[in-house]
């Protein structure tokens, strides 16, 4: 398509049990090195990350807009604050998506939602979870 690809980090604090930014950032350095030369950029973003879900989702669309960018990814659970005491998710799954698609002509950048990965050990490859076979169930 001739697009360019912003791979655009949170490198802030976060949550407990997170992997720390230096794995992250090394393991997006390894994945640039599989698109053509000069088609995609790393740029970490110094923000703390507020796990405030939805509208999180949204606050960081915005941001990546102020970039230049003009389509964002919004996968499960952007910025989930995971369980409460009771072990119940505070959001549904895909409520940060729901949220962000709501808003995105508004923000004015296009939200690409991005469905949950399985593995499958019949194809050794991954799926999302809308186009997993049906044949099977998806790797614990």
Known sequence: ???NL?????????????IEYYTRVRCYEHVLKTYPQNSAFLSLLPLAMRMGGPREAVWHALIRKNYGCTHFIVGRDHAG?????????????YAAQELALQYQHEIGIAVVP???MAYSHKSKCYFAQDEFPADEKPAA
């Open 81 to 93: 604050p995971g369980k409460d005491k009771n072990g119940v998710n505070f959001y549904s799954p």
């Open 1 to 3: 398509t001739g697009a």
């Open 114 to 116: 991005f469905q949950e």
């Open 6 to 18: 912003l791979l655009h980090p949170v490198v802030g604090m976060t949550k407990p049990g997170d």
